[in-house]
């Protein structure tokens, strides 16, 4: 047995899995700053988000549908969704042909704050990675 654990890599630093932790905490420390103001977790942004490009794509939206397009589990989409229905940004009602099913709409008020929110997001994307841009092209 090695008296020391060995790592392939020679510091932290030099790991690929270290860096992309680090990078991803500094950026969802960027996306809390922007979306905390507008009483929004990153989660409930991403499943608004999510139901605003399928309703634009002009189809009735199910809970399903959003946690597959986004590869969550369905109990958690479910729990975020009623948080989201109980803030008055989405309205959930029972399918027309499938009484399991709930279609998902988003509110005029959800839909305003979606929008504040995607123009606050993007725009710290934008700012946070146009500095990391030249270097993450080189991971791509």
């Known amino acids: 047995m090695p008296d ?4 392939i890599f020679e510091s932290p630093e030099k790991s690929p899995g270290y860096l992309l932790a680090q990078l ?5 420390r960027k996306q809390k700053k ?8 990153h989660t409930q942004f991403v499943l608004l988000t999510s139901i605003a490009w399928l309703t634009n794509k002009g189809e009735n939206i199910t809970q399903v549908e959003i946690a597959n397009l986004n590869n969550y589990d369905r109990m958690m ?4 969704l009623r948080t989201l229905e109980e ?8 399918h027309s042909t499938d009484t399991r099913a709930k279609i998902v709409e988003l509110t005029t008020n959800g839909r305003n704050i979606l929008q504040t929110a995607l123009t606050n997001v993007e725009e ?6 146009e500095k990391k841009k030249k270097n993450l092209s080189n991971l791509i």
């Open 34 to 41: 922007v979306l905390d103001p507008l009483d929004l977790t």
């Open 24 to 28: 991803t905490l500094l950026w969802q």
């Open 87 to 94: 803030k008055k940004l989405i309205t959930r009602k029972v």
């Open 77 to 80: 989409v479910s729990k975020v």
């Open 4 to 7: 020391k654990i060995q790592f």
């Open 124 to 129: 710290a994307d934008i700012e946070f990675f």
